[in-house]
């Protein structure tokens, strides 16, 4: 039979009550996307849709397969049978539903699986770049995984980043494994029906690239390399994922794997100063040339105290397979293991953040010992209850930013503002400032800021821009929302308000237009995270300055920038699709006493020059908050009378944390 297109998939789901048979599909509601359409999670061969109870809850994850597989159901069917026997506390019970799902008036099978959301371990990893206590309890926990999946005659077949989740159980800070997606899972029962499926190439062992290998031991490998990186990570810290991060691996890439002489973090490993990385890399160098089934598993590799070092002729194999090592490599792997390990100099602080050296620890958020150990032991306990999903996001309504307690500098550094916003205007050719063009909203509480700078000439760009700050910060939806979840309403009261003066122009491009930036600021959650995240479309810009350097620069950061076309928001064109292809997204980290000056095109030109030139402007603004805005007006104007601004309205925020 063939099977649908996710098309059809699209519009049957829209009424579970006819699509689905399964009494807990039938009376659940498909998670819709912006647009109020079912949001699918598209795959290889399948789509899947989240499904929430009727009671509330995540409910399940629906897999609507869009092209034939063949043995499907008894694929699934084993595997189902299987791990209702062994019930691993990371695994997900599923169920495989012949007559999962009518369209058309014909019924097609569906997977259903209990929906599981947490972080992917690329992304977890990421953020816990500075907890190495974390990463090494992590990997503890990846033995004993590697282990009871042995233990169980289970091979997952596809270990990587994006089928490995931590998920928050009873508690926030409670975190656990999953590993999701078992379309190519190794069973003793499917020993004769191979699954046709040979994983992420960055984390396979090249013969079962070449050969496609189905058994029992095609987790070897994966296990190994996904130890060895969060053990390196552990132990090298940030600099290393930031030289070798892609977004798709986890350090590794399958080239590293096929030629190890050319691989620049093969050698990086295998010259590092710690020799337990040493051996690592040698174990793996070794492992990716030999047979699948030779590779050493991972829970007797580390059984002991220390990983057992290489033989004599173990070291000179995998010194063969690495060969000489690159030109590249050659002259930075010292460099760069030094420079991570040290501080920042002053000289390297005095530098543009994109021209500090790739290992620099540049301004890293400052995290307490006692704190990180805590969240390890509570990663490490073996609790084997469901999992649950993450803590939903705080009510819009609830205070994101505390008060904050007086912070003194640490001796050497800047001294922390109080936590406050200031907003700063200055109209161009001495315009009243109540036609000022430019707009800035903050709210601490709700951690919640914008900045709208209105196209001079366009209609009414003053209410828009006002419109659009006041909206974006005062709004009981979670922000950054979605354009169409709070922009049409705009649109209809800058028109409604528009037309009470004269009749709309017929062209919709004559419009009120204006440069947007939406920051929002989230408190402290599980694990003592801390996060930002912008919204921008056109050139207002965002600088997140940290102890005194540049840390984050948002979505502009070098003069080249500002030459591109300008894209702006309008209040009768711009709709959800246009607008997806002109917004720029961002998210990051914030500490306490860290700095964000969100400025107009006018104003962020300068500072991006005075960066390059290794200036640091934001010692210049920060003197008008000292001050309480003295001076701020006389120093726009001289700059420029000396021409170092250009035309325009200047609006500057700045939000001290």
């Known amino acids: 039979m063939r099977l649908p297109q996710p098309a059809d998939y699209n519009e049957a789901v829209q009424n579970p009550q006819l699509c689905f048979r399964d009494d807990g599909l039938r009376t659940g509601q498909v998670v819709v996307g912006p647009l109020g359409l ?4 598209a795959g290889n061969f399948a789509d899947v849709y989240q499904v929430t109870a009727a009671g509330g809850g995540p409910g399940w994850a629906v897999k609507c397969f869009t092209r034939g597989v063949e043995g499907l159901h008894r694929h699934y069917q084993a ?5 209702r026997r062994v019930k691993l506390p990371f695994l997900v019970d599923f169920e495989y539903l012949d007559e999962g799902i009518r369209v058309r008036g014909d019924w097609f099978p569906v997977l259903k699986m209990r929906w599981v959301e947490g972080f992917t371990l690329n992304n977890f990893v990421r ?3 500075d907890r190495p206590h974390l990463l090494e309890r992590l990997a503890q926990m990846w033995v004993r995984l590697a282990g009871q999946l042995r233990r169980a005659d289970i091979a997952h077949a596809d270990l990587q980043h994006g089928n ?15 590993l999701i997606d078992y379309d190519g899972m190794f069973i003793p029962a499917l020993a004769d029906v191979p699954s046709g499926e040979v994983g992420h190439p960055n984390y396979q062992h090249p013969q079962r690239l070449r050969a496609g290998a189905y058994d029992a031991e095609v987790d070897r490998f994966s296990h190994l390399v996904i130890y060895t990186a969060l053990r390196a990570l552990a132990l090298s810290g940030r600099g290393l994922w930031e030289r070798h991060d892609n977004g798709e691996n986890l350090l590794f890439r399958e080239q590293d794997f096929n030629v190890p002489a050319e691989s620049t973090l093969l050698h990086e490993l295998w010259g590092h100063a710690e020799e337990e990385l ?3 890399a040698g174990r793996l160098v070794l492992a990716s040339q030999a047979p699948l089934d030779e590779v050493p598993l991972l829970e007797e590799l580390v059984a002991g105290e220390q990983l057992p070092a290489l033989t004599a002729a173990e070291q000179k194999q995998a010194a063969a397979a690495l060969g000489a090592a690159p030109r590249k490599a050659k002259a930075t792997i010292i460099a760069h293991a030094r420079r991570a390990a040290a501080p920042a100099t002053p000289e390297d602080s005095a530098r543009p953040w994109w021209l500090q050296p790739a290992g620099a620890p540049l301004a890293a958020q400052a995290v307490e010992e006692p704190e990180a150990l805590a969240a390890a032991e509570l990663l490490a306990t073996g609790s084997t209850e469901s999992a649950s999903p993450l803590p939903p996001p705080p009510d819009p309504t609830t205070p994101m930013l505390p008060a904050l307690r007086t912070l003194e500098a640490a001796p050497g550094q800047p001294p922390v503002r109080v936590r406050q916003v200031r907003v700063f205007r200055r109209t161009y050719g001495n315009r009243p400032e109540e036609e000022h063009l430019g707009f800035a909203v903050g709210d601490l509480q709700r951690g919640r800021f914008a900045m709208a700078d209105g196209v001079a000439g366009s209609p009414a760009a003053a209410l828009w821009g006002d419109l659009l700050t006041d909206t974006f910060v005062h709004s009981r939806k979670p922000q950054p929302a979605p354009w169409s979840a709070w922009l049409p309403p705009l649109q209809l009261h800058w028109s409604a308000a528009v037309a009470e003066e004269a009749p709309l122009p017929a062209d919709p491009r004559q419009e009120a237009l204006a440069a947007f930036l939406g920051l929002v600021v989230h408190r402290a959650g599980w694990l003592d995270r801390r996060r930002w995240e912008a919204v921008a479309v056109g050139d207002a810009c965002l600088f997140q300055v940290r102890r005194g350097v540049l840390h984050r620069s948002f979505p502009l950061t070098r003069p080249g920038d500002f030459q591109a076309a300008p894209v702006h928001l309008g209040a009768r064109t711009s709709f959800e699709p246009l607008l997806r292809k002109q917004e720029v997204r961002a998210e990051g980290d ?6 964000f000056w969100v400025m107009n095109r006018a104003l962020a030109k300068w500072f991006v020059r005075q960066v ?4 640091r402007p934001w010692e210049v603004m920060g003197t008008w908050i000292d001050r309480h805005g003295a001076g701020f007006a006389t120093w726009v104007d001289e700059r420029r009378a000396a021409r170092e601004l250009e035309g325009g309205d200047v609006t500057l925020m700045a939000v001290c944390l």
Request: hydrophobic share 45%; aromatic share 4%.
């Open 612 to 615: 390059g030139e290794w200036q």
């Open 127 to 129: 953020e816990q770049l």
């Open 79 to 83: 595997v189902s049978e299987h791990l």
């Open 590 to 595: 914030w500490a306490a006493g860290d700095e």
């Open 278 to 280: 040493r051996r690592l």
């Open 38 to 41: 079912p949001q699918p999670h």
């Open 164 to 178: 490995v989740l931590l998920v928050a159980a009873d508690q926030a800070a409670r975190l656990r494994l999953r």
